[in-house]
């Protein structure tokens, strides 16, 4: 909206000089369509302007003044082999315009050929700062891991939340559902953690492509601009980032890595919670959340029992462990007692 303001006072303003001084001779409303018309021609060029890239936009500029350059020797030698006057000038002016041109059209085009890294540090500084950002999306922002992981200095250079995420999460906040604003108000909270962390580099963009509506694939939209990597726990975000070639890190997949190894034989306690599925079966949970059936362990619920592992399953989810125990409760590999035992 600020650009379309000052382009407009652009306007008006060479408009209003036109009109008060009249060039060519041409009377005052003639003189400030002409400036008008100036203007839009300068606003036309300078949205091209904008469009190309910045490698295309040095080879141009690059193009123009060496153009410029070898139009200036043409015209030296042009005014010493021809004598002054109408003639000559008109070459001139020609040989400056053809010049221009070329050198123009053939810079742009040749653009793309360029390194800019190869000019110093100007342009590869930030662009690096760029690819080494991590763009967070709502959610993971909701979940509250990122701080952690980002104060135990797991994550290097700086965490990007662009305005439209904000405003996705402030809208959250705002829900007249009790959960979603619990959420919503959970996640403010763990952005003004990690701002008041000296430590993290936390930073808001305004990046925005209002074309686009949804915000994860704003999301990463952006992240191919920066060529940056985007920070979720969102299975289908992370699906889609897969089709547009987008780097993720997905927090629930550095979590199940994160998991303690757990081998067929091993032993451990756990407290049964619920019946599982199948017939006889208990339900419990460990720490970090895997879950754990037990065999013969429905009768168990809501008490510890040792048992054996039998078997690891990972599944999209997480992983679930499966183990044994007796029916009296001991671990399933425990030695069972002998009939001489039993008679006493």
Not at 250 to 255: E, G, P, S, V
Not at 266 to 279: C, D, P, S, W
Not at 305 to 314: A, H, M, R
């Amino acid at each position: 909206m600020d650009l379309v303001l000052i382009r407009l006072l652009f306007v008006a303003l060479l408009s209003a000089v036109c009109f008060f001084l009249h060039p060519f001779g041409l009377n005052g409303p003639l003189s400030a369509a002409v400036g008008a018309v100036g203007a839009g021609a300068v606003i036309v060029f300078e949205l091209r302007v904008r469009a190309l890239s910045l490698r295309r936009l040095i080879g141009a500029v690059a193009g123009s003044v060496l153009g410029i350059f070898g139009a200036a020797l043409f015209c030296m030698v042009l005014r010493s082999a021809l004598e002054p006057g109408p003639t000559s000038a008109v070459l001139q002016i020609f040989v400056l315009l053809l010049m221009s041109y070329v050198g123009l059209l053939v810079g742009t085009s040749k653009g793309e050929l360029l390194n800019p890294a190869l000019l110093g540090n100007l342009f590869s500084s930030e662009r690096q700062q760029k690819r080494s950002a991590k763009l967070l999306d709502t959610s993971v922002i909701i979940d509250g891991r990122i701080a952690d992981i980002a104060e135990a200095g797991f994550i290097d250079g700086a965490m990007v939340i662009p305005e439209f995420v904000l405003r996705e999460l402030q809208v959250v906040a705002d829900s007249t559902d009790g959960s979603k604003r619990q959420r919503g108000r959970r996640g403010l909270d763990m952005l003004q953690r990690m701002q008041s962390n000296a430590r993290l580099q936390v930073q808001i963009v305004p990046d925005d492509f209002p074309s686009i509506r949804e915000v994860d694939l704003k999301l990463l939209e952006l992240a191919k601009k920066w060529d940056a990597k985007v920070v979720t726990n969102d299975f289908n975000l992370n699906k889609v980032a897969q089709l547009h070639h987008v780097e993720v890190l997905n927090i629930n997949d550095l979590a199940n890595a994160l998991k303690p190894v757990v081998l067929p034989g091993e032993h451990m306690n756990v407290v049964i919670l619920k019946e599982g599925k199948e017939y006889n079966q208990g339900v419990g949970y460990l720490d970090d959340g895997t879950m754990v059936v037990v065999d013969h362990a429905r009768k168990m619920i809501g008490k510890p029992v040792e048992i054996s592992v039998t078997s690891v399953l990972q599944t999209a989810s997480g992983k679930m462990i499966f183990g044994k125990m007796d029916e009296n409760g001991r671990n399933g590999d425990a030695p069972r007692p002998t009939p001489m035992e039993l008679t006493h």
